[in-house]
C-alpha cells in the first residue's frame, strides 16, 4: 500500500512536496523533479536565488531522472509557463549536454525575467502534477520557490478542486465576449488560448482513456 504523500517546509519561501514511495517491487528508483518560480511582484527579484536551487539540482538527478522547470504567474496552468524540461539520458555525456542546455535556457529566463501582477499557485500545482503524472518516476518532488501567498486576477475562477482534476476529464470552453477576445499568437496548435477562452469547466461527461489519446501526448 502507497504511503499518503507528505509535505514538509524545507526554507522561507520554499516547500518540498515528496511523493508517494509505495513498497511495490520493482518501483522505479528514478526521480522526478518540479521547480515553480514565483514571478510575481517584488518576488521577481528573488529569481536569482531559484537559479542557484536549479544549478544543484542538476548537478544530483542522475540518468533517467525528470526535470521542469516553471514560472508562475497569472494563469500558471499552461504548457507555455514550462521554462525548461528533460529526461536526462544513460548516456553520462548526452546527459551533461542536456544540463548544460537545460541551464542556458533557465539562465536566458531569469536574465529576462519579468515580475507578473499576480500569482497563480494551483495552477502551477496542476501543471506539475501533469508533468509528474506523464514521466511516472519511483520518487515525484514539487519545490516552489515562493511566498505562497495566491494572488487571482479578478473574475479568475477555477472551478476544478486540486483533488479532483485528473487525467482524461472532459472539459468544456468558456470562450470570453467578442469584445474581450485577441487571436494574436494563436496557430493550430493551441498558443496563447486565453486571449479567446475565460476558463474551462467540466462537462460532466465521463472520463476519457488514456488509451484513447495517449499518441496525441507529447
Same mark, same amino acid.
Given at each position: 500500500?502507497?504511503?499518503?504523500?507528505?509535505?514538509r517546509?524545507?526554507?522561507?519561501? *520554499?516547500? =518540498?512536496?515528496?511523493?508517494?514511495c509505495?513498497?511495490?517491487?520493482?518501483?522505479?528508483?528514478?526521480?522526478?523533479?518540479?521547480?515553480?518560480? @514565483?514571478?510575481?511582484?517584488?518576488?521577481?527579484?528573488?529569481?536569482?536565488?531559484?537559479?542557484?536551487?536549479? *544549478?544543484?539540482?542538476?548537478?544530483? !538527478?542522475?540518468?533517467?531522472?525528470?526535470?521542469?522547470?516553471?514560472r508562475?504567474?497569472?494563469?500558471?496552468?499552461?504548457?507555455?509557463?514550462?521554462?525548461?524540461?528533460?529526461?536526462? @539520458? @544513460?548516456?553520462?555525456?548526452?546527459?551533461?549536454?542536456?544540463?548544460?542546455?537545460?541551464?542556458?535556457?533557465v539562465?536566458?529566463?531569469?536574465d529576462?525575467?519579468?515580475?507578473?501582477?499576480?500569482?497563480?499557485?494551483?495552477?502551477? =500545482? =496542476?501543471?506539475?502534477?501533469?508533468?509528474?503524472?506523464?514521466?511516472?518516476?519511483?520518487?515525484?518532488?514539487? !519545490?516552489?520557490?515562493?511566498?505562497?501567498?495566491?494572488? !487571482?486576477?479578478?473574475?479568475?475562477?477555477?472551478?476544478?478542486? !486540486?483533488d479532483?482534476?485528473?487525467?482524461?476529464?472532459r472539459?468544456?470552453?468558456?470562450w470570453?465576449?467578442?469584445?474581450?477576445?485577441?487571436?494574436?499568437?494563436?496557430?493550430?496548435?493551441?498558443?496563447?488560448?486565453?486571449?479567446?477562452?475565460?476558463?474551462?469547466?467540466?462537462?460532466?461527461?465521463?472520463?476519457?482513456?488514456?488509451?484513447?489519446?495517449?499518441e496525441?501526448?507529447?
Amino acid at each position: 500500500m502507497s504511503r499518503p504523500t507528505r509535505y514538509r517546509s524545507v526554507a522561507a519561501g *520554499l516547500v =518540498l512536496l515528496l511523493g508517494a514511495c509505495g513498497g511495490q517491487v520493482h518501483m522505479p528508483r528514478n526521480t522526478g523533479l518540479y521547480l515553480l518560480i @514565483d514571478t510575481s511582484g517584488t518576488y521577481n527579484r528573488q529569481v536569482t536565488k531559484a537559479e542557484q536551487i536549479i *544549478l544543484v539540482a542538476l548537478s544530483r !538527478l542522475q540518468p533517467s531522472d525528470s526535470f521542469a522547470v516553471a514560472r508562475i504567474d497569472t494563469a500558471s496552468f499552461t504548457e507555455k509557463n514550462i521554462i525548461a524540461k528533460a529526461t536526462f @539520458d @544513460d548516456r553520462p555525456s548526452t546527459a551533461n549536454q542536456q544540463k548544460r542546455a537545460f541551464a542556458s535556457r533557465v539562465e536566458k529566463f531569469i536574465d529576462e525575467s519579468a515580475p507578473a501582477p499576480y500569482t497563480d499557485i494551483t495552477g502551477g =500545482l =496542476l501543471q506539475a502534477i501533469e508533468f509528474l503524472k506523464e514521466k511516472n518516476p519511483g520518487r515525484k518532488e514539487i !519545490l516552489i520557490f515562493s511566498d505562497m501567498k495566491e494572488d !487571482l486576477a479578478k473574475g479568475y475562477v477555477r472551478d476544478i478542486p !486540486l483533488d479532483d482534476f485528473r487525467v482524461g476529464m472532459r472539459l468544456g470552453a468558456q470562450w470570453k465576449k467578442p469584445k474581450d477576445r485577441s487571436v494574436a499568437g494563436l496557430d493550430n496548435r493551441g498558443g496563447a488560448w486565453e486571449q479567446v477562452i475565460d476558463r474551462w469547466v467540466p462537462t460532466g461527461e465521463p472520463d476519457l482513456s488514456f488509451e484513447a489519446f495517449k499518441e496525441h501526448t507529447w
